[in-house]
């Protein structure tokens, strides 16, 4: 399948700090990337759809300055948490697909682990 | 919108024997229907999936099974190892043609014993 990848890995960050996430998508171009966030031992919950070369668009109750998300090329797209807290301490993890031949076909990235003290 | 509920939230076989995990959708309008396998610490890895105009389809030891009608639809897996100890979860989207939202299930935490 098509390959997805997340950096970094794992970012422990003190609070009131801010944390890019970088997702890219490494073998086909993607106009559409998703941002989910995973809490242990639950389903993921998705944050936004990430559009490129236009806004994100937020699921409700994500707030949109707190997470913010570019998407500026085919292949790249980043999530900034500004003004970490320990709430925000989760597991964020990126999807996109090839958009082409199966069109709705989604790979995952590795996720990456943020831990804010 | 979508609702996906997955059941059993924990699952434990012995190697060997078959493991199967359903799924029950809302939206009749859903027409794409992944698998994901997630291991601990790592991002879902997309297992298998199925179209609705498709009523079963089979990867070596892993099938899904599609009820329009009954809108479920579920993950079976034969001879099952150590190896596929694991979450696994559902979802299902309204194909657009391009990148659709997914809704996912609970997740399913499956054990296989020796």
């Known amino acids: 399948g098509a390959v997805v990848s997340q950096h970094p890995s794992r970012v422990i960050c003190k609070s009131g700090t801010s944390v890019k996430i970088e997702c890219r998508s490494l073998d086909f171009q993607a106009t559409t990337m998703f941002w989910y966030r995973q809490f242990p031992k639950k389903s993921l919950m998705l944050m936004a759809t990430s559009n490129e070369g236009s806004k994100a668009t937020y699921e409700q109750g994500v707030e949109k300055d707190k997470f913010l998300i570019n998407h500026a090329s085919l292949t790249l797209s980043t999530l900034t948490v500004t003004s970490a807290h320990p709430e925000d301490s989760s597991f964020y993890i990126c999807?996109?697909?090839?958009?082409?031949?199966?069109?709705?076909?989604?790979?995952f990235g590795p996720g990456t682990r943020l831990t804010v003290l | 919108g979508e609702n996906v509920e997955q059941h059993p939230s924990t699952l434990s076989v012995q190697e060997g024997d078959s493991a199967v995990i359903k799924c029950t959708y809302s939206d009749s309008a859903s027409n794409y229907f992944p698998w994901y396998k997630q291991e601990l610490g790592k991002g879902p890895q997309l297992i298998i999936d199925?179209?609705?105009?498709?009523g079963e389809k089979k990867d070596q030891r892993i099938a899904v099974t599609l009820n329009k009608t009954a809108k479920h639809f579920s993950l079976h897996i034969t001879e099952t190892q150590p190896e596929d100890s694991a979450v696994y979860f559902c979802?299902?989207?309204?194909?657009?043609?391009?990148?659709?939202?997914?809704?996912f299930g609970t997740g399913t935490r499956l054990q296989v014993t020796l």
């Open positions: 199925i179209r609705s105009n498709v």
């Open positions: 999807s996109a697909g090839p958009g082409s031949g199966s069109a709705d076909t989604q790979y």
């Open positions: 979802a299902a989207s309204i194909g657009t043609g391009t990148a659709s939202k997914l809704t």
